[in-house]
């Protein structure tokens, strides 16, 4: 029955090689990600997509008081045009943001208007940008701690010890005479303790 060698060149570089590919995939998918995420925070796709939901709610709401409905905020409305009238004026409201509130983001006129303004807040991009500089700065550390650590160890050990032995070799050959004496006196005295 023949030993199985684990240790061997060969053995090292398929590991290292599947380590590098392992290294590669997760690099690759965490810029990405992060990429992608600054990319939504930063793009302006959705706001252009509010404004036309925008103007679409500022025509029903013309519509409304072409009819005659008259806006009144203390009104408590629960359906009808009325109802209709301030939910649309309401969530239309820069002052205020209606649109935090589920009665204007679960409503049927105002739903997709306060879905995008919800999504085009500066709390929404500023997160979404900060997450993805983190997500890219943690898989560049990741990734080049591993890669260090793991795939160039070997490498980074071998330069060491190449700057480490001839500081060594100096300081042995500095100390040799020094210690060459001291052997030579320890010898003597032995010897002379021997002859006694």
């Excluded at 690759?28 to 925008?54: C, P, R």
């Excluded at 806006?71 to 359906?79: E, F, G, L, Q």
């Excluded at 979404?128 to 260090?148: H, P």
């Amino acid at each position: 029955m023949a030993k199985k060698e684990y240790l061997n060149e060969e053995n090292y570089q398929k590991t290292k090689k599947a380590i590098k590919l392992v290294l590669i995939i997760i690099f690759t998918l965490g810029i990405s990600l992060g990429g992608y995420l600054i990319y939504k925070g930063i793009g302006n796709n959705s706001s252009d997509n509010k404004a036309e939901l925008k103007a679409d709610l500022e025509v029903k709401r013309k519509a409304l008081e072409a009819k005659g409905i008259t806006y009144n905020p203390m009104a408590k409305y629960t359906d009808g045009e009325e109802y209709d009238l301030k939910i649309i004026t309401e969530a239309l409201d820069p002052s205020f943001s209606y649109c935090s509130f589920d009665e204007y983001k679960n409503n049927d006129l105002t739903k997709e208007y306060c879905n995008a303004a919800n999504n085009t807040s500066n709390f929404s991009k500023t997160s979404s940008v900060m997450f993805g500089g983190f997500i890219i700065i943690a898989t560049i550390i990741l990734c080049g701690g591993l890669y260090a650590g793991l795939v160039k160890r070997r490498e980074i050990l071998a330069y060491g010890a190449q700057q480490v032995m001839p500081v060594a070799q100096e300081g042995i050959e500095k100390m040799a005479p020094s210690i060459g004496k001291v052997v030579g006196e320890i010898a003597k005295n032995i010897k002379e303790q021997d002859k006694k």
